[in-house]
Antibody, heavy 122, light 108 residues
Framework: EMQLVESGGGVVWPGGSLRLSCAASGFNFDDYAMTWVRQLPGKGLEWVSGINWNAAYTYYVDSVKGRFIISRDSATNSLNLQMNSLRDEDTALYYC???????????????WGRGTLVTVSS | EIVLTQSPGTLSFSPGERATLSCRASQSVSGNSLAWYQRKPGQAPRLLIYGASNRATGIPDRFSGSGSGTDFTLTISRLEPEDFAVYYCQQYGSSPPWTFGQGTKVEV
């Protein structure tokens, strides 16, 4: 079964840091781009960051550029999101999702985890 | 950045009825690169439709997508009890950011 499981969420002070991880299983992780999407409280989904299959390219929404870093580890089949200088508005449920196959340019997301909750609050 | 507008925010139906959800883009979506997702509380979001009209693996044929350019539609031909959820459209036809609509809740 193809599966993504997020971890690392929690409560953090404004200005603090948190590292999210996503463990992938049931598919060849190295063949796919990966992404983070967040669900803001009482609002919709927001795409946050993406990384292509071989980590040659990374992408970020403007609001997190310079603060968040996406990375992947093929040895452990994991996706990571290092979140620094956190703000109140980063409070959200963060989902890991699978992006396109290496040979596809189509960034829709066909497998999702259940999410990990990040709360930024003083 | 392409802005996607889903309206209305909430639609009310009875099981067995036909539901039509709208997604409008602020500019033309290249290659009809539009997807639809279903989200239920406590569950992982589920991909329903990609490329505007292609059903994802395992999605029942009561779900269908249509449209092109700036106007897209998700149709659920006969609502089953498990279909009451929030539905999002997402465009991936442009350079990032890949954007989502704000969602339409389908309720009883």
């Amino acid at each position: 079964e193809m599966q993504l499981v997020e971890s690392g969420g929690g409560v953090v002070w404004p200005g603090g840091s948190l590292r999210l991880s996503c463990a992938a299983s049931g598919f060849n992780f190295d063949d796919y781009a990966m992404t983070w999407v967040r669900q803001l409280p009482g609002k919709g989904l927001e795409w946050v960051s993406g990384i292509n299959w071989n980590a040659a390219y990374t992408y970020y929404v403007d609001s997190v550029k310079g603060r968040f870093i996406i990375s992947r580890d093929s040895a452990t089949n994991s996706l990571n999101l290092q979140m620094n200088s956190l703000r109140d508005e980063d409070t959200a449920l963060y989902y890991c999702a699978r992006g396109p196959h290496a040979r596809s340019p189509s960034w829709y997301f066909d497998i999702w985890g259940r999410g990990t909750l990040v709360t930024v609050s003083s | 950045e392409i802005v996607l507008t889903q309206s209305p925010g909430t639609l009310s139906f009875s099981p067995g009825e036909r539901a039509t959800l709208s997604c409008r883009a602020s500019q033309s979506v290249s290659g009809n690169s539009l997807a639809w997702y279903q989200r239920k509380p406590g569950q992982a979001p589920r991909l329903l439709i990609y490329g505007a009209s292609n059903r994802a693996t395992g999605i029942p044929d009561r779900f269908s997508g249509s449209g092109s350019g700036t106007d897209f539609t998700l149709t659920i031909s006969r609502l089953e009890p498990e279909d009451f959820a929030v539905y999002y459209c997402q465009q991936y036809g442009s350079s990032p950011p890949w954007t989502f609509g704000q969602g339409t809740k389908v309720e009883v």
